[in-house]
């Protein structure tokens, strides 16, 4: 399975972007990861097969929401009020099993990253 992530960009503080991950197949459980420079990988969001199991890191507080369309192997990451501090590249991963995890060895297939830089 290869993973293609895209949607990001150049915005401001308050902005929100849409972060898309277009899996080549059917994928299970999907989680999106950031790191920013000098800093280790942090998990942001993840999602079962079905969709009906959503997780999120502590920082997120209602800002992001992620969803997927199986129709179209996709997951997206809706990030609304972007702060400065969320300036990171997004990597999106799929998993060959269903529920989904926080850590990023429960997943399989990772996407190459999309940049997300927030200016104030």
């Known amino acids: 399975v290869q993973l293609q992530a895209s949607g990001g960009g150049l915005v401001q503080a308050g902005d929100s972007l849409r972060l898309s991950c277009t899996a080549s197949?059917?994928?299970?459980?999907v989680g999106w990861f950031r790191q920013a420079p000098g800093k280790e990988r942090e998990f942001v969001a993840f999602i079962s097969g079905s969709g009906g199991i959503k997780d999120y890191g502590d920082f997120v507080k209602g800002r992001f929401t992620i969803s997927r369309d199986n129709a179209k192997n996709t997951v997206y990451l809706e990030m609304n009020s972007l702060k400065v501090e969320d300036t990171a590249i997004y990597f999106c991963?799929?998993?060959?099993?269903?529920?989904?995890?926080?850590?990023?060895?429960?997943?399989?297939?990772w996407g190459q990253g999309t940049q997300v830089t927030v200016s104030s």
């Open positions: 991963a799929a998993s060959r099993r269903y529920t989904g995890s926080s850590s990023d060895d429960y997943y399989d297939y």
């Open positions: 197949g059917r994928t299970y459980a």
